[in-house]
């Protein structure tokens, strides 16, 4: 499978991600949004927001490798976000109660 990424002339270069993935591939994974639970169902972190992001993150890292992929067969991210302000984009990747962020993905593999 091959994933091109792209950040076209007169868009914002993100250090994050980029603007455009181009996938070819036969096989479309749909992954359904993880929020901040560990296997057992209990909650993680509570009030934090970057433990939460990370717990997402770690679920759907493992939700790919269950059907052969990594997160650089990922085509897509979406992430859902409680009571989203721009003064809190610096705690997206560290920081705030109750389940704060839902991390969803979209994987294309050969």
Wanted: glycine share 8%; hydrophobic share 50%; proline share 5%.
């Amino acid at each position: 499978m091959a994933v091109t990424l792209v950040d076209p002339a007169g868009l914002p270069t993100v250090d994050l991600y980029r603007q455009v993935s181009v996938a070819t591939g036969s096989r479309l994974v749909f992954l359904a949004g993880q929020v901040a639970v560990d296997a057992d169902g209990s909650r993680v972190g509570e009030g934090d927001l970057a433990a939460q992001v990370e717990q997402c993150y770690l679920d759907v890292g493992t939700a790919l490798a269950e059907v052969g992929a990594s997160f650089d067969d990922v085509v897509k991210l979406t992430v859902y976000l409680v009571d989203w302000a721009p003064e809190k984009m610096p705690l997206f990747v560290e920081e705030e109660p109750g389940l704060l962020v839902e991390v969803e993905a979209t994987a294309v593999l050969d």
